[in-house]
């Protein structure tokens, strides 16, 4: 009867208990997908009138300016076919062309909270199987329904809970943004000789340089999941040089990664190559690497290319078919900048080191609301948060 993806242990507790009802996923939700118009990503607009919601990270995707088709039955769930991604709505939208799942709550609000359907969902452990289809796992699910004064309880608990993580993401956001703010103060009108940016690093240095290197040697490997939008790296993955020395791209300690494909580049991906094994890394195709050359800091560098306007002129340049679309090496001999004076770089990147120990307060911050928020939910979906 239960899923596999459930907590099955706590369900048949539930199931012994006469103020809780276990319903079918089918009891609960209905899918209404065909019944929402679907907007394609090309049309996206940045800003407008209009909420698309799609299957991506990004609470709302874009926007539209034509309301002609828009649904209005809020509240409703958006579940990720891909993604696996839940998000609650309740304001009229428009939903992305790919992969996104509308449900609606068959119940009216007064009997069960769709609300607490979406936190519900979200205590269920579906497997990532790649870019497939996962919503025939969530529809194997059952629902467990107490009374809706639980419900709300339930719900307001977890509320409050859900705002303190979200403080803290806002938090952390605005200190990326700090960074951003003071690179654009420091150097967004420097005068003087604009040159070549591949005059100050060099791009896609040979792999040469370490041919005759031990090849048992364990270095870091970065495939293009475990670099961020926003400079963080996930150094979890380790190989050795034997078997990775062919076919992936050589970085070492100090290097900046950028990536090269699309959506990667628009997204902002890239990085300081830091903390590597041996001082060495190998990572996906998909990456140019700039090694600072004299005079020139990894942070400014990082910094200048992970700026929008940056990442602007290379989408302006990439090459290549849809989808599979590239910035090419050359781009770094054509677009110039100003070389600020090194000095003044490490000023920079001695305020940024200031502004990183921070952020990593907090997210340790909220990594334990994170934790603590899951262990609230565990236990509400259990029947041990309110005892009455």
């Known amino acids: 009867m239960f899923s596999r993806y459930q907590d099955k242990k706590s369900l048949r507790s539930l199931q012994k208990n006469p103020n809780w009802k276990l319903l079918k996923f089918s009891d609960v939700l209905r899918d209404e997908t065909k019944n929402a118009k679907k907007i394609k990503k090309e049309e996206y607009l940045a800003q407008g009138s209009y909420p698309i919601i799609d299957q991506g990270k990004d609470y709302i995707a874009g926007f539209t300016n034509d309301g002609d088709g828009i649904y209005d039955k809020s509240p409703l769930i958006i579940f990720g076919d891909h993604t696996r ?30 609300k607490y359907i979406y936190y ?30 639980l419900q709300k309880r339930i719900v307001f608990a977890l509320d409050k809970a859900q705002e303190l993580i979200d403080k803290r993401k806002a938090q952390i956001e605005a200190l990326d943004q700090l960074t ?70 050589y970085f070492r300690e100090g290097d900046v990664l950028f990536a090269k494909i699309t959506p990667c580049m628009e997204n902002g991906k890239g990085a300081i190559a830091r ?78 080191h200031k502004i990183q120990s921070q952020k990593e307060i907090m997210k340790k911050s909220l990594e334990e609301l994170g934790n603590n928020f899951k262990s609230l939910m565990h236990r509400a979906f259990r029947g041990e948060l309110f005892n009455d």
């Open 85 to 114: 991604i839940l998000k609650y709505i309740d304001f009229p939208i428009f939903i992305g062309a790919d992969g996104v799942k509308l449900l609606k709550n068959v119940f009216s609000e007064e009997e069960v909270l769709t």
């Open 120 to 149: 519900y969902l979200r205590t269920v452990n579906i497997p990532d199987t790649g870019y497939n289809r996962h919503f025939k796992f969530l529809k194997e699910v059952v629902i467990p329904i107490p009374s809706i004064d």
């Open 180 to 249: 951003q703010s003071v690179f654009l103060e420091m150097f967004g009108n420097l005068k003087g000789e604009k040159v070549p940016l591949s005059e100050l690093c060099d791009v896609n240095p040979s792999k040469k340089e370490i041919e005759n290197i031990d090849k048992e040697l364990p270095v870091t490997f970065l495939p293009m999941a475990n670099v961020s939008e926003n400079g963080e790296l996930d150094l979890s993955e380790t190989r050795l040089i034997k078997e990775i020395f062919d076919g992936f791209t």
């Open 275 to 352: 903390n590597l094994i041996n001082n060495i890394g190998f990572g996906s195709t998909e990456f140019h690497v700039l090694r600072p050359k004299e005079n020139v800091n990894s942070t400014w560098l990082y910094y200048l290319t992970s700026l929008q306007s940056f990442r602007k002129q290379a989408e302006a340049n990439m090459t290549g078919s849809a989808g599979q679309k590239r910035v090419p090496k050359q781009f770094f001999s054509k677009y110039k900048v100003v070389l600020p004076p090194i000095e003044l770089q490490n000023q920079f990147a001695e305020i940024v």
